[in-house]
């Protein structure tokens, strides 16, 4: 089943499970793009329900993003 397709042409990538499985976490590369060792672009770590609503930017910056991973607040 798919949760999520980016309406401009993005790839979800890397994407984790919430600890109560309600939530996926993942990056977000934008269109066209292709990660390599040599290039990574700026992309965006979004949380989306496990129904695919509430698309949600955690983390929009110039740096490049993956493998994220859910932490305890404290």
Do not use: C, H
Not at 2 to 20: R, Y
């Amino acid at each position: 089943m798919k949760v999520f397709e980016d309406a401009q042409g993005g790839l979800a990538i890397t994407p984790t499970w919430s600890p109560d499985n309600q939530f996926i976490l993942f990056g977000l590369d934008p269109p066209g793009s292709l990660a390599t060792i040599d290039d990574t672009p700026a992309n965006g770590l979004y949380v989306i329900r496990a129904d695919g609503t509430d698309l949600t930017p955690i983390l929009i910056s110039d740096d490049w993003k993956r493998n994220p991973d859910w932490v305890a607040a404290r």
